[in-house]
């Protein structure tokens, strides 16, 4: 049994039926327990040869339990709300959620990247930078009083660094996270 083959009309959850993957016909719920009986399990992934796993969706819930009709109503009221359609993707269908909209390729983005020549001012032990993803838009972080470095024109030129302090590796931070 699979969400995609279940079928309801004019957002109606009473007339939700499951639909033959074989013939498309619609088969009412009040046949799950012979479907359930007849059914075998079968493993579609190699396992380890001591463990075996089967991903079930709520739709296999005995009569009684979970409905079919009240999963539909629950996708009906959830599927324009992305926070309840996430919680119901995750609770009912037993998947992941997938996050929509743009991501960002990271190899794409490494390609992008402009060599960026300037000299360190003396007394810096270490550069970093943030980068923080939202959508199309960039929000770049920098330590305060750092800001004066984010504009290419105003680092100053620096003598050569001190011998007793040593300049470490630069680090860097991209979070892609969509909040």
């Given at each position: 049994m699979r969400w995609e083959n279940i079928r309801w009309r004019d957002d109606d959850p009473k007339t939700a039926a499951l639909a033959c993957v074989h013939c498309g016909v619609l088969i009412e719920e009040r046949f799950k327990p012979q479907m359930l009986a007849a059914g075998r399990w079968r493993p579609t992934a190699k396992g380890n040869g001591e463990t075996i796993g089967f991903h079930l969706v709520s739709?296999?819930?005995?009569?009684?339990?979970?409905?079919?009709?009240?999963t539909v109503g629950e996708f009906i009221g959830a599927k324009d709300n992305p926070l309840r359609l996430k919680n119901w993707v995750n609770s009912v269908l037993g998947e992941t959620w997938e996050e929509r909209?743009?991501?960002?390729?990271?190899?794409?983005?490494?390609?992008?990247?402009?060599?960026?020549?300037?000299?360190?001012?003396?007394?810096?032990?270490?550069?970093?930078?943030?980068?923080?993803?939202?959508?199309?838009?960039?929000?770049?972080?920098?330590?305060?009083?750092?800001?004066?470095?984010?504009?290419?024109?105003?680092?100053?030129?620096?003598?050569?660094?001190?011998?007793?302090?040593?300049?470490?590796?630069?680090?860097?931070?991209?979070?892609?996270?969509?909040?």
């Open positions: 739709l296999y819930s005995p009569l009684g339990r979970l409905p079919w009709s009240a909209g743009e991501t960002v390729d990271p190899d794409n983005l490494l390609a992008r990247g402009e060599r960026y020549e300037a000299e360190v001012p003396t007394g810096v032990g270490v550069l970093i930078a943030a980068l923080h993803i939202l959508g199309p838009a960039f929000v770049k972080s920098l330590p305060e009083r750092a800001a004066a470095l984010a504009n290419r024109r105003e680092v100053p030129v620096a003598a050569e660094p001190e011998p007793s302090m040593p300049l470490r590796r630069p680090r860097g931070w991209i979070d892609g996270w969509r909040g």
